[in-house]
Each structure stands twice: as C-alpha cells, then as structure tokens.
C-alpha cells in the first residue's frame, strides 16, 4: 500500500508556518511524508474589531476545523493557547509538543521611565491588559490585533510606549526587539508556549504518526492549565492566567491561576504546590476555590459587561 501523505493544515502567518514546518520536519525525520496546506483565518482577516467581539472562541482554529471536517487537510497545528477547551466533534488532540517560554514580553519604544508614570501600551489580549491595569493603573490599554509581524510595525507607526508580546512567537521566528524586558510578574495565558497538533479522531493512520511527537510532561501541565480555564469561563472570554511548573527533584508541581476583573482591580488568585499524582482534578479544584471566592460573581460580571 503506497504511504499516505499528511496533508498539514496552518495558518499563513510566519509564525504559523514556522510551527508547521517544525512538525513537518518531526514527521519526515520519522519516516512519514508530508505536505503543508496553507489558508487565512477569519481572526487574521478581521483586524478592525476587538477579538472578544468576535466570538472569540475559535477564531483562529474555525477555518482550519472546516479544512480537516472537509478532509481538505490531514492534522492542523496550533498555538495551543488559541485552541478553544472543547475541540469540534470529530477533531481530536493528537499531540503536544515540548513547551518553549512561557513568559510575556513587553517591547517598548525609548526608555521605560513611563513605568514610573503615565504610559499607554497596547495588546489585543483581555488577560494582558488586566494584569497591566491591575499592577499600572495609570496607564491607558488600547487594542492591537494581527500576526507578530504586523503587530511589531504598528507599534513602530504608533506613539504607544510598547506592546505586550508572548516571548515563545518572537524567539521562534527571531523577531525580538532591542528594547524588551521580560514580564515574570504576568501569569501567562493556559498552554502558553505550547503547540498543539490536531487530527481527525478516526484516521488511525495520522494519529499514529502525530503521537510520536506527543511530550507527557507538556501534556499534563497544558491539561491542568485548560481544565482551569475551561471551568471558570464557560465559554466566556475573560482574563485568566494559568502556568504549571513540574519540579522534578521531588515529584511536584507548583500551579498558579488568576482571574481578574477587566478593569484589573480585582484579582482572584490561587497558588498551591501538589504532588504529581494529583493532577488529573488540579485545574478543576482551583477553579472551584476561586468560583467560591468570588470568583462567580466577577465572571457573570464580565459576560455582563462583554455582551454590552
């Protein structure tokens, strides 16, 4: 039987395409054949509007769910953090891959004395803008939507002091600026850093391949991080933030989760160390400390406020 080709689904943004050619390179080192199947999202299309408006669920994974639903593409290669926590029917997580850096980076125009004062930096990320707000509350948040690239060029045409950017999509296609500094304060987004590999869930054939390139230890963190995410939103697009670290000298892993109020003036946190056998409900316990918390009430606030 003549071997099949995997048809590899991605956007067209540079740094969608380097994450294709990165799992494509994985797979041909393992004896598969491949090809790379590019197209346009509806989220990189759109850049007039504020992600949360439109229906942010999704956004960037739709057009890629229609490609394979369709059998147009074999797999689809994500930024795991812009996958929705409930896959369409029929696709299924294939593998993640070995996590990069999971911090935020701000890219800043002169020099950083606005942090002393009045400053506006720009993001198109609802968590990144509470997290700033909540630690600056002088400072003004506009919007910035589009791929790496082009988010870079507007902060260049605009008199923003900087731009908040994930520092896995600048080291990957060698895009950091001179000026940055590394936000170690700001929890970052579930599955931050991570690649996440979709297929079909009854082509055995590309399921085979694509767990070959599955890394465990990614695997849980980004499990525990989404099922927290998944358990406080609903379905809502809010500012949450969630990181687990795996510490391997005594078997377990630190996870910290936030949920803010739009404003940032609200922060709801949890911070707990647990062994490793208890991963399978940690993300879903501490979503349920922070729904007790408060946390309810500020999420139905924030679907309030976004339906506005």
């Given at each position: 039987?003549?071997?099949k080709v ?5 956007r ?11 799992v494509?390179?994985k797979?041909?080192?393992?004896g598969?054949?491949?090809e ?5 999202s ?5 850049l ?40 369409p ?11 990069a ?8 125009k ?8 009045e ?11 509470a997290?700033w ?18 988010r ?11 731009a908040?950017?994930?520092?896995a ?24 850093g991570?690649m ?5 869930g ?13 890394h465990?230890e ?13 358990t406080?939103e609903?379905?809502?697009?809010a500012?949450i ?5 795996y510490?391997?000298d ?6 910290q989760g ?16 647990v062994?490793?056998?208890?991963w ?20 139905k ?8």
């Amino acid at each position: 039987m003549a071997q099949k080709v995997i048809r590899i689904g991605t956007r067209d943004s540079e740094l969608a395409l380097w994450q294709a050619h990165t799992v494509q390179k994985k797979l041909n080192d393992l004896g598969y054949k491949t090809e790379i199947v590019a197209v346009k999202s509806q989220g990189d299309i759109v850049l007039d509007k504020p992600l949360y408006e439109l229906g942010i669920t999704g956004i960037f994974t739709k057009t890629l769910d229609i490609a394979m639903l369709n059998g147009d593409v074999d797999i689809a290669v994500h930024s795991m953090k812009d996958v929705p926590t409930a896959l369409p029917i029929g696709i299924v997580q294939g593998a993640v891959l070995e996590r990069a850096n999971t911090v935020d980076v701000l890219a800043y125009k002169g020099n950083l004395d606005f942090l002393k004062g009045e400053g506006t930096i720009a993001t198109g990320s609802l968590r990144r803008q509470a997290q700033w707000l909540n630690k600056y509350p002088n400072h003004k948040v506009v919007d910035l939507r589009g791929n790496v690239n082009l988010r870079m060029r507007k902060l260049a045409d605009n008199d923003w002091n900087g731009a908040v950017f994930a520092a896995a999509g600048l080291e990957r296609i060698n895009l950091y600026p001179e000026n940055h500094i590394a936000l170690d304060w700001m929890i970052p987004a579930p599955a931050q850093g991570a690649m996440l590999v979709v297929a079909m869930g009854n082509d055995n054939y590309t399921l085979d391949a694509v767990r070959e390139l599955n890394h465990i230890e990614t695997e849980i963190a980004t499990y525990i991080e989404r099922q927290f995410l998944k358990t406080l939103e609903g379905g809502c697009t809010a500012p949450i933030g969630a990181l687990v670290r795996y510490n391997e000298d005594d078997d377990t892993l630190h996870f910290q989760g936030v949920l803010f109020s739009l404003d940032g003036k609200q922060k709801l946190e949890v911070d707990k160390v647990v062994a490793i056998s208890e991963w399978k409900k940690l993300g879903y316990n501490s979503a349920e400390e922070i729904l007790n918390n408060g946390g309810a009430e500020l999420m139905k606030t924030i679907k309030e406020t976004m339906k506005k």
